[in-house]
């Protein structure tokens, strides 16, 4: 038997399907013109007496108008065409019983339910059995019983399995556009996801870079404000100027990436001495500690570049965010440790500021960063001081960073 499937093989609904009127009309005129012809076969029950074409006639034209129904409601066509047709193979003889035969088995299979087409098919292979197996008992002929087994088996066979085959055809195509639907709209999901992805990542650029350097900026210019001292506040001032000029290359090369090819990346003005300078000009008398090995190029030191270019940017949000929300005293340190890049801030918490919110940009840029290239990051405050903020990084520096 076919293999079952719960594809419905059409996609209107029977119930909306037409009445098939260009059917219906095809095979009544079929019936006549073979009738007019007086193309006859022998009847299998009655081969020296055959119905008359007044019974056979009518017969046949009340099975073809049953074809009315046949992707509407092919339970009719199977219902009234096929012992209309049966009958007149075996006591009439008229060839448009053998036409309307294989209609009345085709459409129940391609049209009907699965239910449906598994029911006319095992119903025809039965009744196909027992005819065959009758004919056996009745002809003694051996030569005719295998002529009226070939017979029955073709009329059986043919319409069911071309129809089971038109049927799994039909489900193939359906399956096969409902997956091209499925791949258009993960398509489209994954460009959705790739514009979100890029413009997070513009994002904590913006927030890395630029944020800190404007950062610097506000607090030097305020800073200069109250230095009583004219050297002091020239100093000051320089540093603002120098980290507003930082911040407006870093913006013009972040517009460059934006509008150039594919594969162009920011030239970031972040390094580890100004990060360090930041800091203590943000947090007079902060420690600065930075391996000379991270100052070398990476290429020089054996560590990847891009979790070098994470750490860069994990120490610019810190050095942000303590200055703009901390005090002193203040400590950086970077090394190289073997395998590893560490880091390690830590600044003072003012009495009484509110805690830092868990969801903000900076602390979730901080572990999206060392998460990416296959660290892991921590900020909040030190459980030994709670008077004290405390950010965490380790990366690998070399081999471990996932693709």
Do not use: K
């Not at 065409?81 to 060839?95: D, F, H, K, R």
């Not at 035969?101 to 009744?127: D, I, N, Q």
């Not at 003012?350 to 990051?377: Q, Y």
């Amino acid at each position: 038997m076919p293999s079952s499937s719960d594809v419905d093989p059409d996609p209107v609904p029977a119930a909306r399907e037409p009445l098939d009127v260009r059917a219906a009309a095809g095979y009544t005129v079929a019936v006549l013109a073979l009738a007019a012809m007086g193309l006859v076969n022998q009847p299998f029950l009655r081969p020296d007496d055959p119905w008359s074409l007044g019974v056979s006639l009518p017969l046949m034209l009340v099975a073809a108008a049953s074809t009315l129904w046949r992707r509407r409601a092919p339970a009719v066509t199977l219902a009234v065409g096929t012992p209309l047709a049966v009958a007149e193979l075996l006591g009439g003889g008229q060839m448009s019983a053998y036409v309307l035969l294989f209609e009345a088995l085709w459409c129940p299979v391609v049209h009907g339910r699965l239910r449906l087409a598994h029911l006319t098919t095992l119903a025809a292979a039965a009744v196909g059995g027992v005819l065959i197996l009758a004919a056996g008992l009745l002809v003694r002929d051996l030569e005719a019983l295998l002529g009226v087994a070939v017979v029955l088996s073709m009329v059986v066979l043919v319409p069911l399995l071309w129809g089971w085959e038109v049927r799994h055809h039909r489900e193939a195509r359906a399956t096969a556009e409902s997956l091209a639907s499925l791949e258009h709209e993960l398509a489209a999901e994954r460009a959705a996801l790739a514009v979100e992805s890029e413009r997070r990542r513009i994002a904590h650029d913006l927030h890395d870079v630029i944020a800190g350097h404007l950062s610097a900026v506000s607090l030097h210019t305020s800073l200069a404000a109250d230095l009583p001292d004219a050297a002091s506040r020239e100093r000051s001032l320089r540093t603002a100027r120098d980290s507003s000029r930082a911040a407006l290359r870093d913006l013009r090369s972040m517009i460059g990436v934006l509008t150039a090819e594919e594969g162009a990346a920011p030239t970031a003005t972040l390094s580890w001495g100004s990060l360090g300078e930041r800091l203590r000009g943000g947090l007079p008398g902060a420690e600065v500690r930075i391996d000379p090995a991270l100052d070398a190029a990476a290429g020089d030191t054996g560590v990847e570049p891009a979790a070098q270019a994470a750490l860069l940017r994990i120490g610019a949000e810190a050095v942000t965010n303590a200055v703009r929300h901390g005090v002193a005293p203040a400590s950086l340190t970077v090394t190289l440790d073997g395998d590893d890049l560490l880091l390690a801030l830590d600044n003072a918490i003012p009495p009484g500021a509110p805690p830092p919110r868990a969801d903000g940009v900076g602390r979730g840029a901080i572990t999206a960063r060392a998460s990416a290239v296959g660290g892991e990051a921590r900020s909040a405050p030190d459980p030994s001081a709670p008077a004290r903020w405390s950010v965490r990084a380790r990366l690998p520096a070399t081999g471990r960073i996932p693709a």
